[in-house]
């Protein structure tokens, strides 16, 4: 059980999961890094509660507390009611939407009786207006991504609109969600083809203007080649998701230099990738973590051909293996294969051997220890 549920237990408020949480729940997919809660009490409670909370002025949440560099949870709260009377389940656009989770007692809530609706496989909107907060749009591509939901109609999204009810706020909650669900792809295609990431996030927009060679990329241009990547994750974390969304952003902005197309591209697409994750508020440990993946991400396939000195900085950092799981969703959306992955990772191995060796250098080369 998350932490602050114990704090929340402790202290005698009851809570709900709403929304995407307590799909979560029902569903047994990996818990998203966003938690929604409808709690028991009113704001100032909450805040003696819980000192850091912070007040994002959006619709459908009161308050909001960070968890980590990665986790963040959304409070609506109820005052002396039931938790259940914050969560404006009426006001969903979808209705699987309004189901409610008790975390105290394991137990499902649906006043809405929209049990029947969850195992049909899919969401349609219900043509009233969706809780301003959280636009149509957002929810259907993280339906999309996290459930295996397939769309029915469209979701409305206006570009005029984008700016007012698309805060950085909203935006980073959004592509939290889409990220960690197991069809991030699809969650991401959606988006892109409502026009939302064309209005709001135009990095991303403009990889579907850069040609690949179709002799490695047989997927497409660099945007196909990116939503490509998510179908061989094997880890729904958060860093990874915006590494592997990321890892190529600098492509349209390289220039070609010799054999190399897109010269540089790692290091440019790291400097637009910082901007990206900061515009949309994503904390700083987290940023600096995907930078790290992004700016490396091409050194796993060199790695074998260069000397140790020149990598070992690198495979040195905690996060190694987390960009030796880029490099294989990268290559493994090619037809290049996995096997400078696995080169990659037998490398690795050694090098972290000669590390443990007090006689071996980190290159495997014998110290030559002087006798005192």
Request: hydrophobic residues 40%.
């Given at each position: 059980?998350?932490a602050?549920?114990?704090?929340?237990?402790?202290a005698g408020?009851q809570?709900?999961?709403?929304?995407?949480?307590?799909?979560?729940?029902y569903?047994?997919?990996?818990a998203?890094p966003?938690?929604?809660?409808?709690?028991?009490?009113?704001?100032?409670?909450?805040?003696?509660?819980?000192?850091?909370?912070?007040?994002?002025?959006?619709?459908?949440?009161?308050?909001?507390l960070?968890?980590g560099e990665e986790g963040?949870?959304?409070f609506?709260c109820?005052?002396?009611a039931?938790?259940?009377?914050?969560?404006?389940?009426?006001?969903?656009?979808f209705e699987?939407?309004?189901?409610?989770y008790?975390?105290?007692n394991?137990?499902?809530y649906?006043p809405a009786?929209i049990?029947?609706l969850l195992?049909?496989?899919?969401?349609r909107?219900?043509?009233?207006?969706a809780?301003?907060?959280w636009?149509?749009?957002?929810?259907?591509?993280?339906l999309?991504?996290?459930y295996?939901?397939?769309?029915?109609?469209?979701?409305?999204f206006?570009?005029?609109?984008?700016?007012a009810?698309?805060?950085p706020?909203?935006?980073?909650?959004?592509?939290?969600?889409?990220?960690?669900g197991?069809?991030?792809?699809?969650?991401?295609r959606?988006?892109?083809?409502?026009?939302?990431?064309?209005?709001?996030w135009?990095?991303?927009?403009?990889?579907?203007?850069?040609a690949?060679s179709k002799?490695?990329h047989?997927?497409?241009?660099?945007?196909?080649h990116?939503?490509?990547?998510?179908?061989?994750?094997?880890?729904t974390?958060?860093?990874?998701?915006l590494?592997?969304?990321?890892?190529?952003?600098?492509?349209?902005?390289?220039?070609?230099?010799?054999t190399?197309?897109?010269?540089?591209?790692?290091?440019?697409?790291?400097?637009?990738a910082?901007?990206?994750l900061?515009?949309?508020?994503?904390?700083?440990?987290?940023?600096r973590d995907?930078c790290?993946l992004?700016r490396?991400?091409?050194?796993?396939?060199?790695?074998?051909?260069?000397?140790?000195?020149?990598?070992?900085?690198?495979m040195?950092?905690?996060?190694f293996?987390?960009?030796?799981?880029?490099?294989?969703?990268?290559l493994?959306?090619?037809f290049?294969?996995?096997?400078?992955?696995?080169?990659?990772?037998?490398?690795?191995?050694a090098?972290?051997?000669?590390?443990?060796?007090?006689?071996?250098?980190?290159?495997?080369?014998?110290?030559?220890?002087?006798?005192v």
């Amino acid at each position: 059980m998350h932490a602050s549920l114990d704090t929340l237990r402790e202290a005698g408020v009851q809570a709900r999961y709403t929304r995407f949480s307590a799909l979560d729940r029902y569903f047994r997919t990996e818990a998203s890094p966003v938690l929604f809660l409808s709690v028991s009490c009113g704001l100032v409670d909450l805040a003696r509660l819980f000192p850091a909370l912070r007040y994002p002025r959006i619709e459908g949440a009161d308050a909001a507390l960070a968890c980590g560099e990665e986790g963040q949870i959304y409070f609506t709260c109820a005052g002396d009611a039931a938790p259940e009377a914050a969560a404006a389940s009426g006001e969903e656009l979808f209705e699987v939407l309004q189901l409610l989770y008790d975390p105290f007692n394991d137990s499902f809530y649906d006043p809405a009786g929209i049990y029947p609706l969850l195992r049909r496989g899919v969401v349609r909107p219900r043509g009233a207006a969706a809780v301003p907060g959280w636009p149509p749009v957002a929810d259907a591509a993280v339906l999309v991504s996290r459930y295996g939901y397939r769309l029915a109609g469209e979701a409305p999204f206006s570009a005029l609109q984008a700016r007012a009810f698309f805060p950085p706020e909203i935006q980073r909650t959004l592509l939290s969600c889409v990220l960690s669900g197991r069809a991030a792809c699809e969650g991401l295609r959606l988006l892109a083809a409502s026009g939302f990431i064309n209005a709001l996030w135009p990095e991303l927009d403009s990889l579907r203007s850069v040609a690949h060679s179709k002799e490695y990329h047989p997927e497409g241009d660099v945007w196909d080649h990116t939503l490509e990547t998510f179908r061989y994750r094997k880890d729904t974390g958060l860093a990874l998701g915006l590494a592997l969304l990321l890892h190529d952003v600098g492509k349209p902005r390289a220039g070609a230099s010799g054999t190399r197309r897109f010269d540089r591209h790692a290091e440019i697409g790291c400097r637009i990738a910082e901007g990206f994750l900061r515009r949309l508020g994503f904390q700083d440990g987290l940023v600096r973590d995907v930078c790290f993946l992004v700016r490396n991400h091409m050194l796993p396939g060199l790695i074998k051909a260069l000397p140790t000195y020149r990598t070992e900085s690198v495979m040195a950092s905690p996060l190694f293996p987390l960009l030796l799981e880029l490099h294989r969703c990268d290559l493994s959306s090619t037809f290049r294969g996995p096997e400078g992955y696995y080169e990659a990772c037998k490398v690795y191995r050694a090098f972290l051997k000669h590390r443990k060796n007090p006689y071996r250098g980190a290159d495997g080369k014998k110290i030559l220890k002087m006798p005192v």
